[in-house]
């Protein structure tokens, strides 16, 4: 079985600040890491996946992660965030069979002020 | 760019009645899954669906819930006698040939309260 904790429920950060949402997962199984965001009223939405290579991934919006196999963690980072980074975010993790479920964590609310 | 569709986007029930959450996935999407998420709690897993029949449940799946894909676009969840704690959001997604490394196209989500 498969669990993740994300260890921050809300990030308050100010513009042009570097943000770092964090990520723990637990598996017994070698698994695919993933992050998404939830806007307003939106569904979810990949911002990035680990599924091999290197350590440190590259997704939409100029967020990036770094997976931590020793830490057994995935943690999500942006350099300079903006007031429309103001989301929810999940970070997810599934084993490698086909058709197996996403695991979520309960989700880290960013919220970006000027 | 294709997008997975959810009817309605909040529904309002009384508890003991059914409902019929409906998900049109993308189009060539062979793999359908249904999530919830109660407010404050994590995203849950609750049904993977293909090839006409149920690929992998969880324990929250139990005999209230089914689903079925009555035709070649919609893909629908039903609760059969709801109760106060089925009050959630309801997440449908797909993807291509369900592959683990796939991406998850996820829908907007269907707010079910049961009054």
């Known amino acids: 079985a498969q669990s993740v904790t994300q260890l921050d429920s809300q990030v308050p950060v100010f513009e042009e600040a570097p943000v770092e949402l964090r990520c723990n997962y637990s598996?017994?199984?070698?698994?695919?890491l993933f992050w998404y965001v939830q806007y307003p009223n939106q569904g979810l939405q990949l911002l990035l996946k680990y599924l091999s290579g290197s350590t440190l991934v590259k997704g939409i919006n100029g967020f990036e992660a770094e997976f931590n196999k020793s830490q057994t963690s995935f943690h999500l980072r942006k350099p300079s965030v903006h007031i429309s980074d103001t989301a929810e975010y999940f970070c997810?993790?599934?084993?490698?069979?086909?058709?197996?479920?996403?695991?979520f964590g309960k989700g880290t609310t960013l919220s970006v002020s000027s | 760019e294709p997008e997975v569709t959810q009817t309605p986007s909040h529904q309002v029930t009384q508890m003991g009645q059914e409902v019929i959450l409906r998900c049109v996935p993308i189009s060539n999407h062979l793999y359908f899954y249904w999530y919830r998420q109660i407010l404050g709690q994590k995203v849950e897993f609750l049904v993977s669906?293909?090839?006409?029949?149920?690929?992998?449940k969880s324990e929250i799946f139990d005999d209230q819930f089914s689903v079925e894909r009555p035709d070649g676009s919609n893909f629908t969840l039903k609760i059969r006698s709801t109760k106060l704690e089925d009050s959630a959001m309801y997440f449908c997604?797909?993807?291509?040939?369900?592959?683990?490394?796939?991406?998850?196209?996820f829908g907007p989500g269907t707010r079910l309260l049961v009054l």
């Open positions: 997604a797909s993807t291509t040939s369900g592959g683990a490394q796939e991406t998850q196209y």
């Open positions: 997810a993790v599934r084993a490698l069979q086909a058709g197996t479920a996403l695991i």
């Open positions: 598996s017994s199984v070698s698994v695919y």
């Open positions: 669906f293909y090839n006409n029949e149920i690929s992998e």
